[in-house]
Nanobody, 127 residues
Framework: QVQLVEFGGGLVQAGGSLRVPCAAS????????MGWFRQAPGKEREFVAA????????SYADSVKGRFTISRDNTKNTVYLQMNSLKPEDTAVYYC????????????????????WGQGTQVTVSS
């Protein structure tokens, strides 16, 4: 099992930036792909971004492509979500998640592949 803790959420104005880290522990960090998901009030949880075990491959939801960047530091057991040009519709609870048994360069977008989840961090974008 992997323990995940997100931090760094908060309130930001539209057009601003925020960087959200997620620290992992419990298994060798490079043994799992990492993803970010979000859930807005009254909506289902949706995929935001994923990064492969190596860090060499990434994928993004169309709604955040070009504005968000996912990265990982395997020496610090941490994955990051850099969010730029934030919009009010980005307001949500953001969750990081770990996917095991994934090939080296896979970036799964479906929550089906993610076994462990953080508790979430609130990101609120004001207009």
């Amino acid at each position: 099992q992997v323990q995940l803790v997100e931090f760094g959420g908060g309130l930001v104005q539209a057009g601003g930036s925020l960087r959200v880290p997620c620290a992992a522990s419990g298994r060798p960090f490079s043994s799992y792909a990492m993803g970010w998901f979000r859930q807005a009030p009254g909506k289902e949880r949706e995929f935001v971004a994923a990064i492969s075990r190596s860090g060499g491959s990434t994928s993004y939801a169309d709604s955040v492509k070009g504005r968000f960047t996912i990265s990982r530091d395997n020496t610090k057991n941490t994955v990051y979500l850099q969010m730029n040009s934030l919009k009010p519709e980005d307001t949500a609870v953001y969750y990081c998640a770990a996917a095991w048994g994934i090939t080296w360069d896979s970036t799964p977008a479906s929550s089906y592949y993610y076994r462990d989840w953080g508790q979430g961090t609130q990101v609120t974008v004001s207009s």
